[in-house]
């Protein structure tokens, strides 16, 4: 019982028995004979043992530790897995939102084009002697001006991340 608690425990801390053999200052063959049953450490040797191994001398000498089962590692990857399914469904979820912005910002842009297409150019009949109308006449033309220049880069690019989050969503 106490050869089959050193072996587990030390492999359940990841040392080869070469390693426990310099931690102790033993040679690697006393930690073999331990193990197989063939001589037992002494008093002080087990008090050092449980030191290094950190568990207490009653563990050693008690029952025998069980490794791990196969039952707590298939728990374990059943836990990742639905950790895993529910990242896929996150970003899933993120590539619909990307595409329905993407629609949606196509939709605006269409509809200000649209809009800015019906209205023409209305500023063009206005008095600019009004200082007012002057500054609105500008600022709208300014607008019309970048609107666009700039609305047919936007609407493309937007029908570009709507395809291409639509072929990862498949």
């Excluded at 050869?3 to 587990?8: F, G, M, V, Y």
């Excluded at 006393?30 to 568990?55: F, Q, Y």
Aim: glycine content about 4%; proline content about 4%; charged content about 25%.
């Amino acid at each position: 019982m106490l050869n089959e608690n050193i072996r587990a425990i030390r492999k359940s801390r990841g040392l080869s028995q070469e390693e426990l053999a310099i931690k102790l200052n033993v040679v690697r063959r006393t930690v073999s004979k331990w193990e197989r049953g063939l001589s037992v450490p002494d008093s002080d040797m087990l008090v050092s043992l449980s030191d290094t191994l950190d568990v207490p001398v009653a563990t050693l000498l008690g029952e025998a530790v069980s490794e791990p089962e196969a039952d707590a590692l298939r728990a374990i990857a059943e836990r990742l897995e639905v950790v895993n399914l529910q990242l896929a469904r996150k970003q899933q979820l993120k590539r619909k939102v990307l595409c329905g912005v993407s629609v949606a910002v196509c939709a605006a842009i269409a509809l200000a084009f649209t809009c800015v297409a019906a209205l023409g150019s209305p500023y063009l009949q206005w008095d600019f002697d009004d200082p007012e109308l002057a500054v609105a006449g500008t600022l709208y033309h300014g607008f019309e001006w970048v609107f666009v220049r700039v609305a047919p880069v936007l609407f493309l690019a937007a029908i570009v991340a709507a395809l291409f989050v639509r072929k990862k969503m498949r």
